[in-house]
T-cell receptor, first 112, second 113 residues
């Protein structure tokens, strides 16, 4: 069945360091992978996505890497800032299925 | 820019009562999705609608029903509420059945006591 999960439920980093959040998925039929940021009491906010035919995509301070061989997805945040503190979810979208399958979130905390 | 509007933001109900959650999608978006997020859990897909027709269904209990109206807003009706229904309920909207391009609302926090 479909499942998307994360290796680590919590991640604590020093301000200014780079953060890496990982995600494993099991459904090789997915077309899109998306990373969301969710702050307390708010809805998931789109960060970056990547198509299944790509292995890397960069945004502003964020990079998503996709390794289809081992079904692994990662989100790299450069120069982590206090405002990056949130729970991060990966999700996959499968062509033909009108839904997102979310993985377990990772809580990112920033140490001053 | 207009976002997805959900109402109410907070709702407290007793067991066995009924609740109705509303979602107003981004203008011109024709697809809405409902997700349930329990405490410390990831969002779970409930149901989606495209052009007022149900397009996909997830782990939505039989006690729940939903519909999308002619103005594209959607309502999630929940009956015979149980303590386990306490959760955040998110609505998302997109254009033309593209869940990867959906925008989420702020959610409705339902507490069943």
């Amino acid at each position: 069945g479909e499942s998307v999960g994360l290796h680590l439920p919590t991640l604590s980093v020093q301000e200014g360091d780079n953060s890496i959040i990982n995600c494993a998925y099991s459904n090789s039929a997915s077309d899109y992978f998306i990373w969301y940021k969710q702050e307390s009491g708010k809805g998931p906010q789109f960060i970056i996505d990547i198509r299944s035919n790509m292995d890397k995509r960069q945004g502003q301070r964020v990079t998503v890497l996709l390794n289809k061989t081992v079904k692994h997805l990662s989100l790299q945040i450069a120069a982590t800032q206090p405002g990056d503190s949130a729970v991060y979810f990966c999700a996959e979208a499968i062509q033909g299925a009108q839904k997102l399958v979310f993985g377990q979130g990772t809580r990112l905390t920033i140490n001053p | 820019a207009a976002g997805v509007i959900q109402s109410p933001r907070h709702l407290i109900k007793e067991k066995r009562e009924t609740a109705t959650l509303k979602c107003y999608p981004i203008p011109r978006h024709d697809t809405v999705y409902w997700y349930q997020q329990g405490p410390g859990q990831d969002p779970q897909f409930l149901i989606s609608f495209y052009e007022k027709m149900q397009s996909d269904k997830g782990s939505i209990p039989d006690r729940f029903s939903a519909q999308q109206f002619s103005d594209y807003h959607s309502e999630l009706n929940m009956s015979s509420l149980e303590l386990g229904d306490s959760a955040l309920y998110f609505c998302a909207s997109s254009l033309s059945l593209l869940p990867s391009e959906a925008f989420f609302g702020q959610g409705t926090r339902l507490t069943v006591v």
